[in-house]
């Protein structure tokens, strides 16, 4: 099937980053009487180092891992998600399903973040959300879809 290469690639990439004494198989995990843990999400993307580059800059994350064209990102917490940026020969061409959202930290405000977000590179779109969201909808420099929530960490309390 087309999809076995990215598959497989993407399940080596979280087999790498799997701290020692960890199963470093995918397949382990499965073995598992318990629920399942996102260990990562996969964005696929033409130029992964342009994404890398943005995405480790609003996050704060660092570079977990490079193979070839692939980038792994994420934290500095190997337990916690992180993001794998796949390069794949086809364009985005629709809305994602699937999109992150981010919330602005005790030091900031939604306002601020989303300026900071801008100045990386990030654009707004118009995705159909209402006039007055309590959420800014932006695209990373490749098109992907995100969102900055209205109300930031300090907020929340």
């Not at 993307?45 to 994350?61: K, M, N, P, Q, V």
């Not at 891992?65 to 985005?92: R, S, W």
């Amino acid at each position: 099937m087309a999809f076995e290469e990215p598959v497989e690639r993407h399940a080596q990439m979280v087999a790498m980053r799997t701290p020692p004494g960890r199963p470093v198989s995918v397949a382990a995990v499965y073995r598992h009487p318990m629920p399942s843990r996102l260990a990562v999400i996969a964005i696929d993307c033409h130029d992964s180092r342009t994404l890398s580059d943005f995405w480790c800059s609003a996050l704060g994350w660092a570079v977990r891992d490079i193979d070839g064209p692939d980038i792994g990102i994420g934290p500095d917490d190997p337990d916690l998600p992180g993001i794998d940026l796949l390069t794949v020969p086809e364009a985005k061409t629709v809305k994602n399903r699937l999109h992150l959202d981010l919330r602005a930290d005790e030091t900031t405000t939604a306002a601020d973040e989303v300026r900071r977000l801008l100045s990386l590179g990030a654009r707004h779109v118009d995705v159909g959300q209402p006039a007055d969201a309590r959420w800014v909808t932006l695209v990373d420099p490749e098109g992907n879809e995100f969102c900055v929530l209205g109300v930031s960490r300090r907020e929340v309390g």
